[in-house]
């Protein structure tokens, strides 16, 4: 439990850090590349001679060569691109222009080539690929906070918007000091690296000080081999490809051991060196680093994300070739706190068993050379027969068993974190709505703006599965007379909970959803409707929202008139509210359509009326049948002297135009009784019902009108 605890709260603390959420950001830029490399190296390189035979044929020498290009493209550029998607997401991050989301890119590949030692005898060409991931991502990190704090600086120190100067300009102008500066200190920086390791570059003395650390542990098989998988895993959950780092180890070392072993097989001698290249590829890697095949599967069979298991679905069959990128990447693994310990261990236990195994005779000494891209089970049976399949299959087991709690963890920390970025997406959007300003997705930082993609995905399935719904609040009149209800849209996500209403519409507007989801709605206010009764009294009326967007839409008549034949609902029973800000925002167009929609027989509403966007036109257009008060001036009514003069005069107002006027958010008798004082007839808030489900309507309704029937009857009896 302390483990579990301690993990949440590691996890939540990344989460809130602006780095760690640009370095994810910057590896999830990269699936797409390494989902396109992964599936590349596995056409090219399928492990069937038969399948070889053919793709080297001169037939196919166009795919085989495309492929070539495709892998190439994409693997040998690796560091490049991740370099280049780090300092973008940083960028995003950080909020900085579109031109500085270009220039900050530009400034981190230039710094890359400076840190992979271009020019010099240390610079290889291999560094761009995945060979110099260590030095692509301490470029991107230190950079891009370095380009971030000069360029802050330099807007300080030289402001630029009293010149007349073009504003497209301000950005490259601001740009060149910390793109000088963040190359300048680069160089620095790597000729002191140099000077200090006497010409190697940052890649390649890392790579030297863990062959060293490694060297004197070389003559201890398991020790070694420990520290070994140890050194690769660590490297990989930090984004850096261990394999290619310890290229010495791995390639010479134990390649080395492994070739002893044949030898010594050819030679009819017994091979004697149980750990070599064969038995980490096939015991420590099935599926690639962490022996993510085990991960995979475990995902698949427990987990309830819906992100991991997509990931591990995309991940599944380059892991069966142990290509692990799609998963590293995607999930994320790497600089995941959850999985840090799982990840580490799962090799570590391989190791130990599959030693105990090896040294106990239960399977043999590995002494035959398989391709590394040779899938797990089959790999275990090439080299070592039947036993080795069966030891696969046992430590796979073993694996999924370690990772199933970690994963469950993930589930809850997936969850919480979903939902603390949520609330953080209502927040915003309610501050944009307090100025009126729309909710969009360039504005919003990467991590933000993922939430919000997300939930505009969700919401389209939601819709596809009827997973929304409509509540209603009844209205009633100062004789506590129910006069109707208002269809108020609520959304219950399966990990956010309740999404706030305004939300929906606006994640449905950037989403392209928005006639689909008022299509849902004004089906499920007339199916209501029709429910409540045979034939509904002529004063008796289901309101439902629209927004001005909708307006704009050429199917909204059309989809409200279906929905009302569906149902043999007259129009007359059915509301349409516009709110006083979209009504005032109307082009000529859309007020032709709200005329229309006023002469098929709709009641219109004027909603959130005296907001301050007051316009006595719209009320004197005959448009509208009801005004409904701002709750900004109904729940301060009591407290507020201004407020009551508001009132008063907007209930002047529309009775002198011959409209209805209805009070929301009434919540107690004392603000009840001031508005009715002050003209109000119509109340609509907690003092008389919260919202409602449909089932809780009808029985309101039914029990509201049969004991105004029975009323009625005992007076015509008197």
Request: charged content about 15%; overall charge neutral.
């Amino acid at each position: 439990m302390n483990i579990k605890n301690g993990l949440l709260s590691i996890t939540e603390y990344c989460e809130n850090s602006r780095d760690f959420q640009a370095i994810r950001g910057g590896f999830i830029l990269m699936i797409p590349v390494v989902i396109i490399a992964s599936f590349a190296l596995v056409f090219i390189a399928f492990p069937i001679p038969a399948y070889q035979s053919w793709m080297h044929s001169l037939s196919c020498s166009g795919l085989y060569h495309g492929l070539l290009l495709i892998r190439t493209a994409s693997a040998d550029y690796l560091s490049l691109l991740l370099c280049s998607a780090f300092s973008w997401s940083y960028a995003r991050e950080w909020q900085l222009p579109s031109y500085q989301c270009c220039l900050l890119p530009l400034t981190a590949i230039g710094c890359f080539f400076i840190g992979a030692g271009i020019g010099t005898p240390a610079y290889r060409s291999d560094y761009l690929g995945s060979a110099g991931m260590l030095t692509g991502i301490f470029t991107a990190v230190f950079i891009s906070r370095l380009y971030i704090l000069l360029l802050s600086k330099t807007r300080v120190l030289c402001p630029l918007e009293s010149y007349h100067i073009d504003p497209r300009l301000h950005h490259i102008i601001y740009s060149v000091f910390p793109m000088a500066g963040a190359l300048v200190i680069m160089v620095l920086l790597q000729t002191l690296i140099q000077y200090c390791t006497g010409g190697i570059c940052l890649q390649a003395q890392a790579a030297i000080t863990l062959t060293a650390v490694f060297r004197p542990f070389q003559y201890a098989p398991l020790p070694a081999g420990l520290l070994f998988i140890t050194m690769t895993q660590l490297l990989w959950f930090f984004g850096i490809h261990g394999q290619n780092v310890l290229y010495d180890i791995n390639s010479n070392y134990y390649n080395e051991l492994l070739q002893q072993n044949i030898t010594a097989a050819a030679a009819g001698d017994a091979p004697v060196h149980i750990i070599n290249l064969i038995f980490n590829n096939s015991y420590l890697l099935m599926g690639g680093s962490g022996c993510s095949l085990a991960l995979i599967i475990a995902i698949l069979l427990v987990s309830r994300s819906g992100q991991a298991r997509t990931i591990s679905r995309l991940s599944f069959i380059p892991a069966c070739f142990n290509i692990s990128e799609i998963m590293l990447f995607g999930l994320p693994v790497i600089l995941n706190p959850v999985f840090v310990l799982p990840f580490l261990a799962v090799p570590i236990v391989n190791m130990l068993t599959a030693f105990a195994f090896t040294a106990a005779g239960i399977v043999p000494v590995l002494a035959r050379d398989v391709s590394w891209i040779t899938p797990p089970l089959l790999s275990g049976f090439l080299t070592a027969g039947l036993p080795g399949l069966c030891l696969q299959v046992f430590l796979l087991g073993i694996d999924i068993c370690i990772y199933i709690p970690f994963i469950r963890i993930y589930d809850q920390q997936e969850v919480h974190s979903f939902k603390k970025d949520v609330r953080e997406l209502e927040n915003i959007y309610q501050e944009l709505e307090s100025r009126n300003e729309p909710l969009r997705l360039d504005q919003l930082n990467h991590h933000r703006q993922t939430t919000a993609i997300q939930l505009i995905s969700d919401l389209g399935r939601a819709l596809s599965r009827q997973q929304l719904f409509l509540v209603y609040q009844p209205q009633f009149n100062i004789q506590s007379k129910m006069i109707g209800a208002e269809a108020l849209l609520r959304w219950k996500h399966d990990r956010a909970g309740y999404i706030y209403p305004p939300l929906i519409l606006a994640l449905a507007k950037a989403g392209s959803q928005l006639p689909r989801l008022e299509s849902f709605i004004f089906q499920a206010a007339c199916e209501t409707a029709s429910l409540l009764s045979d034939k509904l009294p002529e004063d008796y009326h289901i309101s439902f929202n629209i927004c001005g967007d909708s307006l704009r839409y050429p199917e909204l008549e059309e989809n409200i008139r279906h929905s009302l034949q569906q149902f043999a609902i007259s129009p007359r029973n059915i509301g349409i509210e516009i709110t006083e800000h979209d009504a005032i925002a109307s082009t000529s167009i859309t007020m032709d359509k709200l005329y229309r929609l006023k002469n098929s027989g709709y009641l219109l509403f004027i909603d959130d009326f005296g907001m301050g966007h007051t316009s006595i036109t719209y009320l004197k257009s005959n448009i509208f049948d009801v005004v409904k008060l701002d709750s900004s001036i109904t729940t301060t009514v009591l407290s507020n002297p201004n407020s009551q003069e508001i009132i008063a005069s907007l209930v002047q107002l529309t009775k002198s135009l011959h409209l209805h006027i209805v009070a929301e958010f009434v919540d107690n008798i004392p603000q009840r009784d001031k508005l009715n004082a002050l003209g109000c007839e119509v109340f609509q808030g907690y003092l008389y019902s919260p919202p409602i489900s449909r089932t809780e309507l009808i029985a309101l309704y039914h029990k509201h009108f049969d004991k105004n029937k029975t009323d009625n009857k005992n007076e015509i009896s008197q």
